[in-house]
């Protein structure tokens, strides 16, 4: 028994809680400035909509944590736990950056408009004062692309592949943002009222993320078995077959589920779409998400 994985493990152990515990200290400090996240979550009236939101985080934290310590050598314990140290704080900074970002594309995005409940529409307006399901469920879709880009990128260039990680780093980040255009277009609607971030920010249906949520979910795992595949001379802007693949099983996915959604109007008259945007039927979303997720593992089975 190889008891340095013992020690590795109560170090990374206690790091990990750690850097839980710094996330929460960012979100109370800068991104949630002006709201409490304690209030929120241990006051009189628990806020379900933040929790939800910092559970998203927690799970993209512990996501790269595994991957840090996933790609550390384990050649000495006083070299590799520094390493794995400085590479959180550098991410965790990063995602927090990112995460502001994110906030101030939505607020351009929706300008003065109001949401349905006459509040101006901003992140943490819609988490803390309308206590938005929804819009916590788009906030982990968000930690899902951002966490899988993020985990491509190798800080100290143990592999020798730096420039080839960075770029597929960016081709997820594009990926998951095609794949959300993509739901958005053909699930919820064409044009600019019942898009993605109308449903999530506006409309408060958590509906549509949940829908959102198996979609990327199956896509984004998906397309790291395959460059896993992949020569790591290569990268997702250098490999056009990788896109076509991945453009392949995404309309056969879809084909699917319009076959499902027509199959189900002929037989019982239920229009999914009606479901999902106009009914805010969060049962459905539930189970649209599923089956979405389903189609995608299936064939992620078949590239282990």
């Known amino acids: 028994m190889q008891w340095s994985i013992a020690l590795y493990f109560v170090a990374y152990t206690l790091i990990g809680v750690a850097a839980l515990a710094v996330w929460w200290l960012i979100n109370e400090l800068v991104l949630t400035r002006g709201y409490s996240v304690r209030r929120a979550v241990f006051g009189a009236t628990p806020n379900a909509a933040v929790?939800?939101?910092?559970?998203?985080?927690?799970?993209?934290?512990?996501?790269?944590?595994?991957?840090?310590?996933?790609?550390?050598?384990?050649?000495?314990?006083?070299?590799?736990?520094?390493?794995?140290?400085?590479?959180?704080v550098i991410l965790l900074v990063l995602m927090a950056v990112l995460r502001l970002l994110m906030a101030v594309l939505l607020r351009v995005w929706f300008g003065n408009r109001k949401d349905r409940q006459g509040d101006y529409v901003t992140f943490n307006n819609e988490l803390f004062r309308q206590r938005n399901i929804a819009t916590s469920l788009f906030s982990t879709v968000l930690y899902i692309i951002l966490v899988a880009g993020?985990?491509?990128?190798?800080?100290?260039?143990?592999?020798?592949?730096?420039?080839?990680?960075?770029?597929?780093?960016?081709?997820?980040?594009?990926?998951?943002?095609?794949?959300?255009?993509?739901?958005?277009?053909?699930y919820l609607g064409y044009g600019p009222k019942n898009n993605i971030l109308h449903e999530c920010f506006h409309d408060n249906n958590p509906a549509a993320p949940l829908s959102l949520v198996g979609f990327v979910a199956g896509l984004i795992p998906?397309?790291?078995?395959?460059?896993?595949?992949?020569?790591?001379?290569?990268?997702?802007?250098?490999?056009?077959?990788?896109?076509?693949f991945l453009g392949a099983i995404v309309l056969y996915v879809l084909v699917a589920r319009g076959v499902l959604q027509v199959a189900l109007w002929v037989t019982t008259g239920i229009n999914l779409r009606r479901e999902l945007v106009l009914n805010d039927n969060v049962a459905w979303g539930l189970l649209d998400g599923g089956l979405i997720f389903s189609l995608f593992y299936i064939l992620m089975s078949l590239l282990v």
């Open 51 to 88: 929790a939800l939101e910092m559970l998203g985080g927690f799970l993209a934290i512990s996501y790269l944590i595994h991957a840090l310590i996933s790609m550390a050598p384990r050649t000495a314990f006083r070299l590799d736990v520094p390493s794995v140290v400085i590479s959180i």
């Open 150 to 186: 993020l985990t491509q990128l190798d800080l100290w260039d143990l592999e020798g592949y730096r420039y080839q990680r960075t770029m597929n780093m960016l081709g997820i980040w594009l990926l998951g943002t095609v794949a959300v255009l993509i739901h958005s277009f053909l």
């Open 222 to 244: 998906l397309n790291h078995y395959l460059l896993i595949l992949m020569d790591p001379e290569q990268h997702m802007f250098s490999s056009l077959e990788h896109w076509q």
